[in-house]
């Protein structure tokens, strides 16, 4: 056996890690070290001499080194520094972490943060707390309606935050229909107020708004409502809505710009048609509605509308959900279809016309089959467009600064959020491969800041990432579809377990048996290891959320079958699932 190179184990471990710990086990000056980086909440790599069989030729090798013989001895950044009482007086003279994070003097900042939505803003505030100068530059161009909004992003204004609550506007409605079956005396001619939605869900985004700007000044995070584009790799300039321009440099930055709805290329488009980024703060009842597109954005807003008593269309050109499960979507949908929301299979819109303005006036849409065909046209009050969404980085001078962009979406391939360029990051949705959803961005923001600037080598997890959608039968999903898992391990090697069932709530109610569903995809080869699991029915976000630590633990089918279920919910469906596809057996269920 050739002999170990001590050198090249000491150089690679001091490389790969950001503070590194020479040590051994009984050493009370190693203790008081390692002690210290804990408190200071900075994470190390420690290798205890004492512990290894070559511990002592390390030890050698570091004094030829270095020139110190004792223990511990510390790497900072690639940099030898020292022993304890080195440490020791470095964090004294408050040097200590200016090592980890260097200074960056000649810049305006040590970090700008491009983008005030959820992933911008968490990793802004994650460095002010870790010391650094920062500036968030965050600038909403209106929509062809001429709707706009204020500090935090997408989720906060468009999308996560207003959804679910104009989704819950929608179920309280099915909830006075259950209500009358339990004995509540609810008169049969209840109406809906659009204005009083929209007006209550708008004053809660308002308060977010104010509050992240509160946080911000609040964490001395300097924050400018401009548009940043980049002039060279370390600098930008930011301009006003009313032509202001200022120049800033930086160490680092973030790119967290996000993303906005796509529009079809077809006549009438941006003239007439709504988006998700208009709905949420209409300032009418938008009445009859064709929503275009099969997104999950697209699915979402037609369930609400038609939750809140609206003749509601979606035409749709392909396939539902792309991206999630096919039996799962083509699940939703036919809730969705059985439940009063008409749909248009494979067909697109060709052209739209204004028939009559108003709020809201009236729309002609002409449409013809995906494949080619006979052009046909309806006629309704509102269109809302939901076929999916640009990156928002061709116009922030990214080719100035070097950035690598994809050029078929705009999107950014990345190593652990860091782009071709080393000193540029970005996080979100704008990521190459990444999962849109605000969770991570946020994750990823925080970690990516403390890695940056807190010592910490901990990076974000993209695996098993759990979700929801919030059609009118929620969908919660995490980990693999069923087709992406056969892709995966190989059709023989999975095992799908599923079942209908009914909750208990729906029994009174009268609701519908037998469509809500639940499925776990089991890799066989593994221990029957769970990678995916999936289910359609009410609160499907609060089930996939708790299976989620499951399955970032390694559960597997056995460890679900000893797990016992709280009765009666929809969640121990799932701890009594013993059907499989590949049985081919009878899955509708009768009873509680």
Same mark, same amino acid.
Request: with cysteine; charged share 20%.
């Given at each position: 056996?050739a002999?170990?190179?001590?050198?090249?184990?000491i150089?690679?471990?001091t490389?790969?890690n950001?503070?590194?710990?020479?040590s051994?086990s009984?050493?009370?000056?190693?203790?008081?070290v390692?002690k210290?980086?804990d408190?200071?909440?900075v994470?190390y790599?420690?290798?205890?001499?004492? !512990?290894?069989?070559?511990?002592?030729?390390l030890?050698?090798?570091l004094h030829?080194?270095?020139g110190?013989? /004792?223990?511990?001895?510390?790497?900072?950044?690639?940099q030898?520094?020292g022993?304890?009482?080195?440490?020791?007086?470095?964090?004294?003279?408050g040097?200590?972490m200016n090592l980890?994070?260097p200074?960056?003097?000649? +810049?305006d +900042?040590d970090?700008?943060?491009?983008?005030g939505?959820?992933?911008?803003?968490?990793?802004?505030?994650?460095a002010?707390?870790?010391?650094?100068?920062?500036?968030?530059?965050d600038f909403?161009?209106?929509?062809?309606?001429?709707?706009?909004?204020?500090?935090?992003?997408?989720?906060?204004?468009?999308?996560c935050?207003?959804?679910k609550?104009m989704?819950?506007?929608a179920?309280?409605?099915?909830?006075?229909?259950d209500?009358?079956?339990?004995?509540?005396?609810v008169?049969?001619?209840?109406?809906?107020n659009?204005?009083?939605?929209k007006?209550s &869900?708008?004053?809660?985004?308002?308060?977010?708004?104010w509050?992240y700007r &509160?946080?911000l000044?609040?964490k001395?995070v300097?924050?400018?409502?401009?548009?940043a584009?980049f002039t060279d790799?370390?600098t930008i300039?930011?301009?006003?809505?009313?032509?202001?321009?200022?120049?800033?440099t930086?160490?680092?930055?973030?790119?967290?710009?996000g993303m906005?709805?796509?529009?079809?290329?077809?006549?009438?488009?941006?003239?007439?048609c709504i988006?998700s980024?208009?709905?949420?703060?209409?300032?009418y009842?938008?009445g009859?509605?064709?929503?275009?597109?099969?997104?999950?954005v697209?699915?979402?807003?037609a369930?609400?509308?038609?939750?809140?008593?609206?003749?509601?269309? &979606?035409?749709v050109?392909?396939?539902?959900?792309?991206?999630?499960?096919?039996?799962?979507a083509?699940?939703?949908?036919?809730?969705?279809?059985?439940?009063?929301i008409?749909f248009?299979r494979?067909?697109?819109p060709t052209?739209?016309?204004?028939?009559?303005?108003g709020t809201?006036g009236?729309l002609?849409?002409?449409?013809?089959?995906s494949?080619?065909g006979? !052009?046909k046209?309806?006629e309704?009050? /509102?269109?809302?467009?939901?076929?999916?969404?640009?990156?928002?980085?061709?116009?922030?001078?990214l080719?100035?600064a070097g950035?690598?962009?994809?050029p078929?979406?705009?999107?950014?391939?990345?190593?652990?959020?860091?782009?071709?360029?080393?000193?540029?990051?970005?996080?979100?949705d704008?990521?190459?491969?990444?999962?849109?959803?605000?969770?991570i961005?946020?994750?990823?923001?925080?970690?990516?800041a403390?890695?940056?600037?807190?010592g910490?080598?901990i990076?974000?997890? +993209?695996?098993n990432?759990?979700t929801?959608?919030?059609t009118?039968?929620?969908?919660?999903?995490?980990?693999?579809s069923?087709?992406n898992a056969?892709?995966k391990?190989g059709?023989?090697?999975?095992?799908? +377990?599923?079942?209908?069932?009914?909750?208990?709530?729906?029994?009174?109610?009268q609701?519908? !048996?037998?469509?809500?569903?639940?499925k776990?995809?089991?890799?066989?080869?593994?221990?029957?290891r769970? &990678?995916?699991l999936?289910?359609?029915?009410?609160n499907?976000?609060?089930?996939?959320?708790?299976f989620?630590?499951?399955?970032?633990c390694?559960?597997?089918k056995?460890?679900?079958?000893?797990?016992?279920?709280?009765?009666?919910?929809c969640?121990?469906?799932?701890?009594?699932?013993s059907?499989?596809?590949r049985?081919?057996?009878?899955?509708?269920?009768?009873g509680c």
């Amino acid at each position: 056996m050739a002999p170990i190179d001590t050198k090249s184990v000491i150089q690679q471990h001091t490389q790969n890690n950001k503070v590194m710990i020479f040590s051994k086990s009984t050493c009370p000056f190693c203790k008081r070290v390692k002690k210290l980086f804990d408190e200071l909440k900075v994470d190390y790599k420690a290798i205890e001499l004492d !512990e290894m069989d070559n511990g002592k030729e390390l030890q050698d090798t570091l004094h030829e080194m270095t020139g110190q013989r /004792t223990v511990p001895n510390v790497f900072i950044n690639n940099q030898h520094v020292g022993g304890c009482d080195t440490v020791l007086k470095k964090n004294k003279e408050g040097e200590l972490m200016n090592l980890i994070s260097p200074p960056t003097d000649k +810049y305006d +900042y040590d970090l700008i943060v491009i983008g005030g939505g959820s992933g911008g803003l968490a990793a802004s505030k994650a460095a002010a707390d870790l010391g650094k100068k920062v500036a968030v530059c965050d600038f909403v161009k209106p929509t062809p309606l001429g709707t706009s909004w204020g500090l935090g992003g997408t989720c906060v204004n468009v999308g996560c935050i207003p959804k679910k609550l104009m989704h819950q506007a929608a179920l309280l409605g099915h909830s006075l229909d259950d209500a009358k079956k339990y004995g509540w005396q609810v008169p049969d001619d209840v109406q809906h107020n659009w204005d009083t939605m929209k007006t209550s &869900v708008q004053n809660h985004i308002g308060s977010l708004n104010w509050g992240y700007r &509160v946080q911000l000044r609040d964490k001395q995070v300097t924050y400018h409502n401009a548009y940043a584009e980049f002039t060279d790799p370390h600098t930008i300039k930011a301009v006003t809505k009313r032509g202001k321009e200022t120049v800033m440099t930086a160490a680092h930055f973030i790119l967290a710009v996000g993303m906005r709805p796509r529009y079809p290329d077809i006549p009438g488009a941006k003239e007439y048609c709504i988006t998700s980024d208009d709905v949420f703060s209409l300032a009418y009842n938008p009445g009859k509605t064709l929503v275009i597109g099969a997104s999950y954005v697209a699915l979402e807003c037609a369930g609400f509308l038609a939750g809140i008593g609206l003749d509601v269309t &979606v035409m749709v050109r392909s396939i539902l959900l792309r991206g999630f499960d096919q039996d799962m979507a083509n699940r939703v949908g036919d809730y969705m279809e059985t439940n009063g929301i008409k749909f248009i299979r494979e067909h697109v819109p060709t052209k739209i016309e204004q028939l009559e303005s108003g709020t809201p006036g009236k729309l002609k849409v002409y449409y013809k089959p995906s494949q080619g065909g006979e !052009e046909k046209s309806l006629e309704v009050n /509102t269109v809302l467009v939901g076929i999916g969404r640009d990156a928002c980085t061709g116009t922030i001078g990214l080719d100035k600064a070097g950035v690598t962009v994809n050029p078929k979406n705009g999107k950014i391939p990345v190593v652990n959020e860091q782009t071709n360029v080393p000193h540029i990051y970005a996080v979100g949705d704008i990521l190459e491969g990444s999962p849109e959803l605000t969770p991570i961005a946020i994750a990823a923001g925080k970690l990516l800041a403390k890695r940056l600037y807190g010592g910490s080598n901990i990076q974000c997890d +993209y695996v098993n990432v759990p979700t929801t959608v919030f059609t009118p039968l929620e969908y919660g999903a995490c980990g693999y579809s069923e087709e992406n898992a056969i892709a995966k391990f190989g059709e023989d090697n999975i095992e799908v +377990y599923h079942t209908l069932f009914r909750p208990l709530e729906f029994t009174v109610a009268q609701r519908d !048996e037998n469509v809500c569903y639940a499925k776990v995809i089991c890799n066989k080869s593994d221990n029957e290891r769970i &990678v995916g699991l999936h289910v359609l029915g009410p609160n499907a976000g609060e089930v996939t959320q708790g299976f989620s630590l499951g399955m970032k633990c390694g559960a597997t089918k056995a460890q679900l079958d000893a797990t016992i279920g709280i009765h009666p919910t929809c969640a121990e469906t799932f701890t009594t699932l013993s059907m499989t596809k590949r049985d081919g057996g009878d899955i509708t269920q009768a009873g509680c």
